[in-house]
């Protein structure tokens, strides 16, 4: 599932295409998405001018003129396509597509497509300023490469709870953007076993684990995500950071830390964690 890194590389992609385009044509293919997509995405955004294309936890935000907005979850298998001057017939599981022009062009054309195979994603329009309290957004913790992520904040959450670290760490309203590959990772980088207890965790602990959670998100941002599913980018290549895991999808294989430990898969609370028990305490 897209986490953090893989929705920023998405929405970074899609604000370089599209920003300052307008609004040609919505077409839908399919309105049964897991949020059924408003009628109105048709009609109201023609001729409207794209503002930006942001990130917020694990969504997609596009922004437009007159106070629209579509924001999209990529789900388990969604992705967004981009064609340029040739649009190829929709396939099956394009189930959204836009296409723009440029003001002072008209002969430039581009187009981009929600595709969504296994449908867990959506995509859908909003008032701009509702958003901030849709259910989707209100109680999402914060952004954790914004600066009001803080040491202390983190350290009150966690500690307040006797869930293990593991847990807290996926949960969205601690902390937005994390999934099962960074949380995984971040806890390895912080040498803390995803069973410790959130209350038994030390300042000092809690601090390590801050800084490697940014450290791995940043690196994963720069690599363009993890490509072990479904993840491309706009353009349609792949990310890197699957070369860069040392724990995530690695059970059975050596830890890189020269420990002679190999890497331990379990389930937990519903889903696989990979952890080193040499290194991680
Ligand atoms: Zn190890």
Same mark, same amino acid.
């Given at each position: 599932m897209p986490e953090l890194p893989e929705v920023e590389t998405v929405t970074s992609g899609l604000n370089f295409a599209i920003k300052n385009l307008i609004v040609k044509k919505v077409h839908v293919n399919?309105?049964? @998405?897991r949020i059924k997509v408003s009628n109105e995405i048709t009609s109201v955004l023609n001729n409207l001018k794209v503002i930006a294309v942001k990130r917020r936890a694990k969504y997609g935000i596009i922004h437009f003129q007159n106070e629209y907005s579509i924001v999209f979850h990529l789900g388990m298998s969604g992705r967004i396509v981009i064609d340029r001057e040739i649009f190829t017939p929709l396939q099956k599981h394009d189930h959204i597509a836009i296409e723009l022009f440029k003001k002072n062009n008209k002969n430039y054309k581009l187009r981009f497509l929600f595709r969504d195979p296994r449908r867990f994603g959506f995509f859908n329009i909003y008032k701009t300023h509702s958003i901030n309290y849709n259910n989707l957004f209100k109680a999402l913790g914060p %952004? /954790? @490469?914004?600066? +009001?992520?803080?040491i202390d904040n983190l350290f009150n959450k966690i500690t307040k709870s006797h869930s293990n670290i593991k847990s807290l760490l996926l949960n969205q309203n601690i902390i937005?953007?994390?999934?099962n590959i960074y949380v995984c990772e971040a806890l390895f980088l912080a040498g803390?076993? /995803?069973?410790? %207890?959130?209350?038994? @965790?030390s300042l000092r602990q809690i601090e390590s684990l801050y800084y490697k959670i940014k450290e791995v998100l940043l690196k994963a941002i720069k690599e363009g995500g993890t490509s072990i599913q479904d993840h491309k980018k706009v353009s349609g290549e792949i990310g890197y950071f699957q070369n860069y895991l040392s724990v995530y999808n690695r059970e059975n294989e050596r830890c890189y +830390?020269?420990?002679k430990e190999q890497i331990i898969r379990f389930k937990q609370n519903g889903r696989s964690t990979y952890y080193c028990p040499n290194c991680q305490k």
């Open positions: 399919r309105y049964d @998405l %952004e /954790p @490469l914004a600066d +009001n992520f803080s937005s953007g994390l999934g803390i076993s /995803p069973r410790t %207890e959130g209350y038994s @965790l +830390n020269n420990c």
